[in-house]
Structure formats: C-alpha cells, structure tokens
C-alpha cells in the first residue's frame, strides 16, 4: 500500500529477481582465507552489477573483493542525509546451495507444505510464522538444499526497490547508496567495505524475518578457538602413556552446562556459548566456539568459564595441556543506534505506511550493520521475509517481499520529506 505514491499498483519484479538469484550458488566457506572466501559468489555479484546498469544506475561497481557498490541519483533539490540499503549475497555454509529448485506453492492453505525430496515437511506448528501466511504464496526449495532467501530475499528487495525509483522520478528522495557484501554468514560480510568510498550517512541492512521487523539491536559476538594437546605414543605401547586429545576433548564438551548456556537451552535475552566444529586426533584436538550475549561484559565472563571447565578436565590428564584463544567478531549496534534515534524511527514510519505492523525487536545474531554500525555507518535491520534459514526447511513470503519493497520506497520518501 502506497498510496502517497500513485494511485496504481507496484509491478513488483522481486519474485522473478529472488529465483533468478537462488540458483546462483553462493555458499561461503569459513575454512577459506580468501576475500570473498569462494570465487562463486562473484557469480551473483557480476548478474547485479548488470541489472543495475539496466534498470538505469550509471555509478556500478564490483571490486577486488567481491562487493557490489552503487547509486540510485538524488532527485531533489533538498539536501538529504544519503542512505544505504545493504543485503549480503552469500548462503549458508551450514546446507548446500548448489542447484536450489526454488519453488512456489500458491495460496497457502495453512496446512503442511510437503516439499518433493528428503521427506521435509513444513508444518505451521513447527513454523508458526506460517500461520499468518494463509492465502499468500509461499517459496521453498525442493528439500535438497536451502533455499537462499537468506539473504537473497533482500537482494531482490532492494533490486526491486531500485527499479521502481529510477523508473518513477516522481518519487522524491536523496541519494541512495545500494551496498551488496559477500561473506557474512561467516561473519566478515563488512570486513572490506569502504566506508569513506561507501559515502553514507545511515544504513539499513535487509535481512530480517517476521514480517514487520525492525532490529535496532544484536548479539555481541566473540569467537573462541579451545586447543588441547594430549600425549601420543604407539596404542600397543600406550598403557600408562597416552592421554587420548580425542577424549580429552569429548571429556570437556560432555563437562559443560546441559540445561543452560547453550542455543538449544536459551531463547530471549539470554546469551550461549555454542561448540560447532571440532578437529580430533589422538594428539591434538581443537573445538571451535561461538560466544554470545547482548551484554558485552558477559563475553569475558563466558570465556573464563570455557577456560575453568578446560582447567578442571586437564586435572585428570597430568601430562597434556589446553588454552583458548579468543577472537571479537562483532558487538551489539545497539550501543551506536540509540545515540541516532531517527535511524529506526524512519524505518518504523516506513513499516506502518507499507500498511504493516512494526514489531521492533532484538536479533539473537548479529547482521553486517553491527560492524556497520561500528564502522560509522548506524545501520538497524529491517524484514525481507525470510524464514528457517540456514537450512533445507528455509521459506519466504511473496506477500512479505512485497511489503519490504513498499517499505524500502517508503523509506527513501520519508529522508527526504523530512530534510
């Protein structure tokens, strides 16, 4: 709904945009250390770069890093603080995104969504949000990978956006700087960006759920890297020698919390530390762990713990020894954001004129805007309908795409009515 703007509807072309990007794979890999960790993901970078050119935009550019930078050109005399819309290009590393059959399963009944392979099912019990849904049409992959819209959902959006701006120059606004980063689901989407090349006054990444949403605040996030050396010999020798780092290990994780501190355990404000990834030997074993919490402090906290519970095991493995090596990641924006209230109060004017609920709200996770945010560039998170993601359950709205679109256009009014 967009009544201040015309009195005909949007011809929206983000559902067309959304599986035109979904089949692109852009899985990144947290193992590699190149920048974008995978070359693929220039694959999509290049197919935008071209459909921006087309839809008019003149300032394109891909760098060496993989990120998409462009403009969508002020059209009014007001000087208005410019904006950034940014969305991430990459998908999980945590289920395949190579050859993602995107497909849309029309006025939801509110029933099961039974997807074609691997007996995934859909069920509005497991996934409320789909409750809300009835009647809309709904996107899923066919149960072999994910399906993207984490965070191509957003990418279409803005894209959408874009389009109907540069083709309604009616439509007063600033200028608008569009932002597309490779990486963040392995938590360096912001690593390279140029900010001074960037140019923004304010941001908004696109890569939220609930319809509605604006997430003005996130985790704080440290990574943490446990390593524990045992004592390895020859295992027909090994009586009263070897200490396994294999068992150490398995002895460690079995020691912490089971009804607490974890992401299965907690939900709300509550923070975890969450062990993902362990490589084992006989000799040397390494775990590596996601620390989180809306408070900063609570960070160290949690390390210390992680490094008493390791001490305590070590006291029954006389001979090994073990350390762990923290790292920051990101910290919570909303320690930048309440210093520019405007920020998210346009966003929620732009919600509510999409004729939308605004549902403001935490992020149990952290978005590129965190480090934007940290970086100079205050940017809260708003919807693009995407659900379930990082996994082969992942779904989005039609309906909630649409509305993100109407709200991007919203917001780009609502800078310049306001300046």
């Known amino acids: 709904m967009l009544a201040k703007i015309h009195n005909m509807p949007i011809h929206y072309t983000v559902v067309e945009r959304f599986i035109r990007y979904a089949k692109i794979d852009t899985q990144s890999d947290p193992h590699s250390s190149t920048i974008p960790s995978t070359e693929k993901q220039k694959d999509l970078a290049r ?25 969508i ?22 289920s395949s995104g190579k050859d993602v059959k995107p497909i849309i399963h029309k006025n939801y009944d509110g029933g099961l969504i039974k997807l074609p392979n691997n007996g995934i099912v859909l069920d509005p019990e497991a996934h409320p949000d789909l409750k809300a849904q009835i009647g809309n049409d709904i996107i899923t992959a066919d149960g072999t990978t994910l399906l993207g819209a984490d965070n191509k959902a957003g990418v279409a959006e803005i894209m959408d956006a874009a389009h109907y701006l540069m083709t ?98 907690t939900e709300g404000r509550e923070g975890f530390v969450h062990p993902y990834e362990m490589k084992a030997g006989a000799e040397k074993a390494e775990i590596t762990f996601i620390l989180r ?30 350390g762990i090596a923290v790292t920051e990641q990101y910290r919570n924006m909303k320690n930048v954001l309440d210093k520019y209230p405007q920020v998210a109060e346009n966003a929620m004017e732009a919600i509510a004129r999409a004729g939308v609920e605004v549902k403001r709200g935490s992020i149990r996770g952290g978005t590129d805007g965190s480090k934007l945010s940290f970086m100079g560039l205050p940017c809260p998170n708003i919807f693009a309908g995407e659900h379930a993601f990082h ?29």
């Open 47 to 71: 197919v935008l770069v071209q459909e921006l050119k087309e839809i008019g935009i003149e300032e394109v550019e891909l760098d060496e890093w993989g990120y998409v930078y462009a403009t």
């Open 73 to 94: 050109p002020a059209n009014t005399d007001k000087k208005v603080p410019v904006i950034c819309w940014c969305s991430h290009m990459d998908t999980s590393p945590e």
């Open 168 to 265: 309604h120059p009616e439509v007063k606004h600033g200028k608008i700087r569009i932002l597309f980063t490779p990486d963040e689901e392995i938590g360096r989407g912001a690593d390279k960006v140029d900010i001074k090349k960037l140019g923004a006054d304010f941001g908004y990444t696109v890569d939220g759920e609930t319809l509605g949403s604006i997430e003005d605040e996130t985790f704080s996030a440290d990574a943490a890297i446990v390593t524990i050396e045992g004592v390895n010999t020859h295992p027909g020798f090994a009586k009263d020698k070897m200490e396994n780092a294999v068992k150490i290990a398995s002895d460690f994780i079995a020691a912490l919390p089971k009804n607490t501190w974890s992401p299965e355990t």
């Open 293 to 322: 919490s809306f408070v900063d402090a609570d960070l160290k906290r949690y390390a210390q713990q992680l490094e008493d519970v390791l001490a305590n095991v070590l006291l029954k493995y006389p001979y090994s020894t073990g």
């Open 391 to 419: 996994s082969k359950y992942e779904w989005a709205s039609v309906s909630d795409m649409h509305r993100a679109v109407d709200t991007l256009i919203n917001l780009a009014q609502i800078w310049e009515e306001k300046a």
